[in-house]
């Protein structure tokens, strides 16, 4: 807090969580002057009847954790082949709409000397009978966007906790039905944000919560990435789900993996929250030219409009007075980036810099640097290295997709469960973080107007807590 050193917040955590002060006041004491500040309360809900908050709630013990797996495409076989190799975790059923995937899916499992998932697959009801079973823990859910909130509600009413791929749905009132519905049953629903598990966007996190970067005032992600091959691939998006999605939205469709890992360094939901967010897009050019220049005129592309605009920025300001810009664009030709940079008093990081470091980022911050020069940033990043890279850096590196974070992603959700810890992201964040989505279309339509941002906690995200900045644990041995 502002009148807190960072260290200090970091042993008001560790002795306030140890002892249980924090639940009776210790950390609300230090964050109640924050709701003051704010201009006007937050918009939120009421909670119904039977609903209660599932902030550090932690998981029941799972001696093992069995997942079952909705969508089997580019994403989903692949997870599904990671959730299998994490110590005490099996993927005990699999489904898809088209049955031939998740016999594939099954058979490679069986192949690499996994047990043999069972098989669900031929309708867009499938899902639903392998929610039924009694064997499946944690739902993965990999489908296209526009089922994920659908799916996602149903495996909580199941009494399954959730994981979710990005989003975790695209409106409002889907947001806060997923929120009120983990509420009401008890379990927990996850963004699958692996991109908050990488190794530099966690000793990021490490570098902030301890004061490296003074008060942080500001910090800028997003999810900058050309798709525009694979947009037009007739194979890698079934269906053409994906460019769809550009023929109908004019959102900031896919802003969580730069936005989440800012939102944690500055403790979004956990002593600050996110107010008010603008959006602008430029015209929609980029997908537009190159069917152009590339795709056959008889390709049935050639029947769509594209609407939404090539890049879409957000930005949002805090209770706190810190500025986020989060950014998405998948249409213009470009290097891939996720940008991750932090800024405040005494420095700033940057991500993504190229050749400026081994390790991808550059960094200058006082009393260390000065001349205006940039220096790289491994020797912070050994430093302030996460635990879990520690632990588990290798066995990532062996195992996992996008430079070992689905690993890490993975392995962190089983040892929760089987642990029986406090997710480090929940519903929560899940919807905060998703909530740019509708929020964009509705700047967007009123000419870049800001618009408030829901509390989602509903009162809550003035306490202090851990999150993705976790004390070193243990993943139970394996009998």
Same mark, same amino acid.
């Given at each position: 807090?502002?009148?807190?050193?960072?260290?200090?917040?970091?042993?008001?955590?560790?002795?306030?969580?140890?002892?249980?002060?924090?639940?009776?006041?210790?950390?609300?004491?230090?964050?109640? =002057? *924050?709701?003051?500040?704010?201009?006007?309360?937050?918009?939120?809900?009421?909670?119904?009847?039977?609903?209660?908050?599932?902030?550090?709630?932690?998981?029941?013990?799972?001696?093992?954790?069995?997942?079952?797996?909705?969508?089997?495409?580019?994403?989903?076989?692949?997870?599904?082949?990671?959730?299998?190799?994490?110590?005490?975790?099996?993927?005990?059923?699999?489904?898809?709409?088209?049955?031939?995937?998740?016999?594939?899916?099954?058979?490679?499992?069986?192949?690499?000397?996994?047990?043999?998932?069972?098989?669900?697959?031929?309708?867009?009801?499938?899902?639903?009978?392998?929610?039924?079973?009694?064997?499946?823990?944690?739902?993965?859910?990999?489908?296209?966007?526009?089922?994920?909130?659908?799916?996602?509600?149903?495996?909580? *009413?199941?009494?399954?906790?959730?994981?979710?791929?990005?989003?975790?749905?695209?409106?409002?009132?889907?947001?806060?039905?997923?929120?009120?519905?983990?509420?009401?049953?008890?379990?927990?629903?996850?963004?699958?944000?692996?991109?908050?598990?990488?190794?530099?966007?966690?000793?990021?996190?490490?570098?902030?919560?301890?004061?490296? /970067?003074?008060?942080?005032?500001?910090?800028?992600?997003?999810? *900058?990435? $050309?798709?525009?091959?694979?947009?037009?691939?007739?194979?890698?998006?079934?269906?053409?789900?994906?460019?769809?999605?550009?023929?109908?939205?004019?959102?900031?469709?896919?802003?969580?993996?730069?936005?989440?890992?800012?939102?944690?360094?500055?403790?979004?939901?956990?002593?600050?929250?996110?107010?008010?967010?603008?959006?602008?897009?430029?015209?929609?050019?980029?997908?537009?030219?190159?069917?152009?220049?590339?795709?056959?005129?008889?390709?049935?592309?050639?029947?769509?409009?594209?609407?939404?605009?090539?890049?879409?920025?957000?930005?949002?300001?805090?209770?706190?007075?810190?500025?986020?810009?989060?950014?998405?664009?998948?249409?213009?030709?470009?290097?891939?980036?996720?940008?991750?940079?932090?800024?405040?008093?005494?420095?700033?990081?940057?991500?993504?810099?190229?050749?400026?470091?081994?390790?991808?980022?550059?960094?200058?911050?006082?009393?260390?640097?000065?001349?205006?020069?940039?220096?790289? /940033? $491994?020797?912070?990043?050994?430093?302030?290295?996460?635990?879990?890279?520690?632990?588990?850096?290798? $066995?990532?590196? $062996?195992?996992?997709?996008?430079?070992?974070?689905?690993?890490?992603?993975?392995?962190?959700?089983?040892?929760?469960?089987?642990?029986?810890?406090?997710?480090?992201?929940?519903?929560?964040?899940?919807?905060?973080?998703?909530? =740019?989505?509708?929020?964009?279309?509705?700047?967007?339509?009123?000419?870049?107007? =800001?618009?408030?941002? =829901?509390?989602?906690?509903?009162?809550?995200?003035?306490?202090?807590? *851990?999150?993705?900045?976790?004390?070193?644990?243990?993943?139970?041995?394996?009998?």
């Amino acid at each position: 807090m502002p009148d807190i050193p960072a260290v200090s917040r970091r042993l008001l955590l560790g002795g306030a969580l140890a002892t249980g002060a924090l639940a009776a006041g210790v950390g609300t004491a230090h964050a109640a =002057p *924050l709701a003051q500040a704010g201009a006007a309360p937050a918009p939120t809900r009421r909670r119904r009847p039977g609903q209660k908050s599932m902030i550090d709630v932690p998981f029941d013990v799972h001696k093992t954790v069995r997942v079952g797996v909705i969508g089997l495409g580019q994403r989903g076989s692949g997870m599904s082949e990671g959730w299998s190799v994490v110590p005490g975790c099996t993927v005990t059923a699999v489904c898809d709409i088209r049955e031939d995937r998740a016999r594939r899916t099954a058979d490679r499992l069986a192949a690499n000397g996994k047990p043999r998932p069972a098989e669900y697959g031929g309708s867009d009801a499938s899902y639903a009978q392998m929610l039924r079973r009694d064997d499946v823990d944690l739902v993965y859910i990999a489908t296209p966007w526009e089922f994920h909130y659908r799916q996602g509600k149903d495996a909580l *009413l199941a009494g399954k906790h959730v994981i979710v791929e990005l989003p975790i749905a695209t409106e409002l009132d889907e947001l806060w039905d997923l929120v009120d519905t983990s509420e009401r049953t008890r379990r927990h629903l996850i963004l699958s944000e692996n991109c908050s598990y990488g190794r530099n966007e966690l000793a990021m996190l490490k570098m902030s919560h301890e004061g490296l /970067f003074g008060d942080v005032t500001n910090g800028h992600g997003g999810y *900058l990435h $050309d798709l525009r091959a694979l947009l037009f691939s007739d194979t890698y998006y079934t269906d053409a789900w994906r460019r769809l999605w550009h023929t109908r939205s004019t959102a900031s469709f896919y802003p969580m993996h730069g936005l989440a890992p800012i939102a944690a360094a500055m403790d979004i939901n956990r002593g600050d929250r996110m107010t008010v967010l603008r959006a602008t897009a430029t015209e929609p050019k980029g997908l537009a030219d190159y069917r152009e220049r590339f795709i056959p005129k008889s390709h049935p592309s050639w029947k769509e409009t594209y609407v939404n605009g090539d890049l879409v920025t957000c930005l949002i300001d805090t209770d706190r007075g810190r500025v986020i810009r989060a950014e998405h664009d998948v249409s213009s030709p470009r290097p891939y980036s996720r940008i991750n940079s932090l800024a405040g008093s005494r420095g700033i990081f940057e991500d993504y810099a190229g050749v400026m470091a081994t390790s991808g980022g550059r960094i200058y911050v006082e009393p260390d640097h000065s001349g205006h020069a940039w220096k790289p /940033f $491994d020797t912070y990043r050994k430093e302030f290295d996460h635990w879990l890279w520690k632990k588990i850096g290798d $066995d990532a590196a $062996d195992n996992g997709g996008h430079g070992g974070m689905d690993y890490v992603l993975q392995w962190r959700t089983v040892q929760l469960m089987r642990a029986g810890l406090v997710p480090d992201i929940d519903v929560y964040d899940s919807a905060a973080w998703c909530a =740019p989505i509708p929020l964009s279309v509705k700047s967007l339509a009123a000419g870049g107007r =800001p618009v408030e941002v =829901p509390d989602f906690t509903r009162g809550s995200w003035v306490n202090l807590r *851990l999150g993705l900045d976790s004390r070193t644990s243990e993943m139970p041995p394996v009998a």
